[in-house]
């Protein structure tokens, strides 16, 4: 792996290099899950290297150590006669797939298990300091200073990601005609929240950055925002804009639009 591709800032310059490794990564996994839910296994081969390995083990053979697998090719000819005996040899019913892909993450080797520390080291801090605040003032009085803030902040949250997609003019295609790089663009908003809202939310408004590119830290969307036209074009909501999206229920093929329902029983009529 390319050493740039470990680091978690955007080195100066190189936002446009880092977001085109992230589509081409993003890409490579959208058509291969089309090819398999399309049933056109025949190309499935052609996105392994000449010497590419694919390798379907248990998690308990993983986790011991052990070599063998349920599945093992060591070669795209392999794989290629793996489809040839499946389509003439193998008898088996009929099945459909249908892939459901997030935004890949690309991490340094060695960063998985530090993550995974991380995060039990935050779940454990978090579940000391509750229980000493229950223990010091009891669990009522904790619950009457917590949850109040606790429901508000996740009301605010429920909201600032639905108006992330949930627009008037936002992106819906079907799936023939769908394209990632359009549903990051057209499909996300950039909420323009005013600037103290801006920085207790951590940037969450610049959600279209995001989708390009989950690796850029918050603290940096702006600037990715500011310094790449590919940005400049993408739909922009004001604070008022976000409050009034969450009328918005029903998508109109005709005019292509989130509609409330009321407009739809208007257009009905």
């Given at each position: 792996m390319p050493a740039e591709l470990g680091k978690i800032e955007l080195a100066p310059g190189r936002?446009?290099?880092m977001l085109e490794r992230q589509f081409a990564v993003q890409d490579l996994n959208a058509r291969y899950a089309e090819a398999i839910d399309d049933d056109r296994l025949?190309?499935?081969p052609e996105f392994f290297r000449p010497d590419g390995r694919y390798h379907i083990t248990t998690a308990e053979n993983l986790a011991q150590?052990?070599?063998i697998g349920i599945v093992s090719a060591t070669s795209r000819a392999m794989l290629r006669d793996r489809?040839?005996?499946l389509?003439?040899?193998n008898v088996y019913e009929a099945q459909r797939y249908r892939h459901v892909?997030?935004?890949p993450r690309i991490v340094a080797r060695n960063a998985r298990?530090?993550?995974r520390r991380s995060v039990i080291g935050t779940d454990l801090a978090l579940a000391t300091i509750v229980a000493a605040l229950c223990w010091l003032i009891g669990w009522p009085d904790f619950l009457l200073v917590w949850a109040p803030a606790a429901l508000l902040a996740g009301a605010a949250g429920i909201w600032l990601f639905y108006v992330q997609h949930q627009f008037e003019h936002t992106y819906w295609q079907r799936s023939q005609g769908?394209?990632?790089t359009d549903a990051a663009l057209r499909g996300s908003s950039y909420l323009k929240l005013p600037q103290p809202l801006q920085f207790i939310t951590g940037n969450i408004g610049l959600h279209h950055v995001h989708h390009m590119s989950a690796r850029i830290p918050n603290y940096n969307l702006q600037r990715a925002h500011d310094e790449n036209p590919i940005f400049h074009e993408v739909p922009t909501l004001s604070l008022w804009d976000g409050l009034r999206a969450v009328r918005l229920k029903l998508w109109d093929e005709r005019s292509r639009r989130l509609v409330t329902f009321a407009q739809a029983r208007a257009t009905r009529a």
């Open positions: 936002d446009l290099v025949e190309e499935w150590g052990f070599p489809i040839k005996a389509r003439q040899a892909l997030g935004t298990p530090r993550m769908w394209s990632y």
